[in-house]
């Protein structure tokens, strides 16, 4: 009976055991419940924007820059693709294999070795028992990630980018420009046109694990997206590459600082040629001084010296203070103001006609044709030419050039005396051959520029008018006479018709000019179909001798000569005034 009692007690203690375990049970499935609800229905969308993060990375469209080509197609620059490879060492032997085939480190490292020219042991020590997520090499191009493909090796990713490329490495650095290693433009037109090359596509996802690492992906993120447009540019490789081969050699024989050259049509102002030296090979910029970088020939000034001269011609004709068959006494030298000036050779040339003036390059001559123009008329004349202007084209960014106060220019007399001959002003060479361009094209400002597609600012007049077609053909038959008979007779080439003007300046520094020089010389042909401009400008040529006429024409020669032959410009001779083809 005692017994009996006993386990009738025990019988209630057990009930309130399992009443309190069952009760925390249901306490447990209902928080769990809950914190199930909570994440799976509350927390869902903020929790799949996390994961996302962390399993993937949305990276740009691959082919971010559009391809540069010349006038006939020619590749300047382009994004060459490359691939970096990856590894995941716990894929190698996966059961899904296309090929059914389980594959060790060992094995994977002979058959990747001579692929990737690594050495085995170096390539093996890289995955270092490591079984995911490894970088085994970057820069692979298309033809070695074929092979890799060719492995059907799984646990293996190749992912394809882009690296510009410049397949003619110097000859266009100073004009193109480049980007750097983030793919951002850093000179040139690359930068100066960022916007037009630049590519705006969709972006691609790619996946990776909690490390970060890429993941294996059969979808292979990362394609190129097809565009097939470029950046078309007027330069000609071919004469490019002659111009760029007779300044550098000028630049090395006569140790200047640096060279440039310029062919550009006269009635349109596209740029057949645009050449600086020295230059740099874009592909290896960090190799440079960044000096070099800079598009000096439309962001430097330099005096035009007698370049200009043909151009104040055209003005004192324009005003009508001198007569196409009028003279000039050169007695070698002049005062003016108190100030002694004089022609290059110091000696004098008696009377002497207009084109004489251009052939000896009189700077006595020239004094005495601009004091017949009024200064205050003469100083509006340069302000309207836009000496002190920044000229607006598709190249760098162009600098002012620098035009003496209008007050100064009037009130003394020096400044309108040593104008007359190219000094006491500052132009950049792009926009000298801008207003010799209008000397041959009947007078009309053109702008010069490289893209084909550029176009000019549309305004009621889109053409301004600098001189008349009179003026201007006047002109370019007293600059031919320089050909003929003068400093320029070393661009003579027998049947074309050719005019040009040298010009050697002297370098001014903190106000005093020093020996420093500045030879150039500027052509246009043919004289009886005006096209092309050439302008040659030499830098601080270190010989005591150096001229436009033994350092500027000869560079000018060569690059004509090429002209002529890819431009097919047929010969033309002067038989009595009448222009008849050669037999």
Not at 17 to 23: A, E, G, M, Q
Not at 61 to 86: F, H, M, Q, S, T
Not at 252 to 275: E, P, T, Y
Not at 461 to 484: A, C, G, I, R, Y
């Amino acid at each position: 009976m005692k017994k009996y009692k006993k386990i009738v007690r025990l019988i209630p203690l057990d009930q309130r055991r399992f009443k309190f375990l069952y009760i925390f049970s249901l306490l447990l499935i209902f928080c769990l419940f809950g914190r199930l609800v909570k994440l799976q229905v509350f927390n869902a969308s903020d929790l799949q924007r996390k994961a996302r993060l962390i399993q993937s990375s949305k990276t740009n469209a691959l082919k971010k820059r559009r391809a540069i080509v010349d006038r006939n197609n020619r590749l300047i620059a382009y994004d060459k693709p490359l691939y970096k490879l990856w590894a995941h060492p716990k894929y190698f032997n996966f059961p899904g294999d296309s090929i059914n085939r389980v594959r060790s480190i060992e094995e994977v490292t002979e058959k990747l070795s001579p692929i990737l020219d690594i050495n085995g042991e170096i390539l093996l020590s890289k995955f270092n028992n490591k079984m995911s997520g490894i970088k085994l090499l970057d820069k692979i191009s298309e033809e070695k990630a074929e092979k890799i493909k060719n492995l059907q090796i799984s646990g293996l990713d190749l992912f394809k980018y882009s690296q510009r490329y410049y397949p003619q490495g110097e000859l266009y650095s100073n004009l193109v420009g480049f980007v750097n290693d983030e793919n951002i433009a850093s000179a040139g037109l690359e930068l100066h046109l960022d916007n037009q090359i630049k590519v705006f596509n969709k972006s691609n996802l790619i996946k990776r694990g909690g490390d970060g690492t890429p993941l294996p992906d059969n979808s292979a993120p990362g394609d190129f997206i097809s565009d097939y447009k470029s950046l078309g540019l007027t330069i000609d490789s071919k004469l490019q590459k002659a111009s760029f081969n007779a300044l550098s050699k000028q630049v090395s024989k006569w140790k200047a600082k640096k060279g440039f050259a310029i062919v550009m049509d006269v009635n349109n102002g596209r740029i057949l040629s645009l050449v600086t030296v020295p230059s740099y090979d874009p592909n290896k910029f960090w190799q440079y001084d960044s000096g070099l970088f800079r598009g000096w020939y439309s962001q430097d000034l330099f005096e035009p010296g007698s370049t200009f001269k043909p151009i104040n011609l055209a003005l004192a004709l324009e005003e009508k203070v001198i007569q196409k068959d009028g003279v000039v006494e050169d007695i070698g030298k002049i005062n003016v103001g108190g100030w002694t000036l004089s022609n290059w050779d110091k000696k004098g040339n008696g009377y002497i006609d207009y084109p004489k003036v251009l052939q000896v390059s009189s700077n006595v001559g020239m004094v005495k044709i601009m004091q017949n123009l009024d200064p205050t008329i003469y100083w509006d004349w340069l302000k309207n030419l836009g000496i002190n202007k920044n000229l607006e084209t598709d190249l760098f960014e162009s600098t002012a050039g620098q035009l003496k106060r209008k007050d100064l220019f009037v009130n003394q007399s020096i400044e309108p005396a040593v104008t007359s001959f190219g000094k006491g002003f500052s132009i950049s060479p792009l926009k000298l051959v801008q207003l010799h361009a209008a000397l041959a094209n009947g007078g009309f400002e053109v702008t010069p520029h490289v893209t084909s597609t550029f176009k000019e600012r549309v305004n009621k007049n889109p053409k301004k008018q600098f001189f008349s077609h009179e003026v201007s053909k006047t002109v370019l038959e007293w600059m031919e006479s320089v050909v003929d008979k003068g400093s320029g007779s070393g661009v003579k080439i027998e049947g074309y018709r050719i005019a040009g003007k040298t010009g050697t300046s002297q370098k001014a520094l903190n106000g005093s000019y020093t020996s420093k020089k500045v030879c150039s010389f500027v052509a246009t042909l043919p004289v009886n179909d005006p096209k092309y401009a050439v302008l040659v400008v030499v830098d601080e040529p270190s010989k005591s001798y150096a001229y436009g006429s033994t350092v500027a024409v000869p560079v000018a020669k060569e690059i004509i000569e090429s002209l002529i032959v890819i431009e097919k410009i047929p010969p033309k001779i002067k038989d009595h005034g009448m222009i008849v083809k050669k037999p």
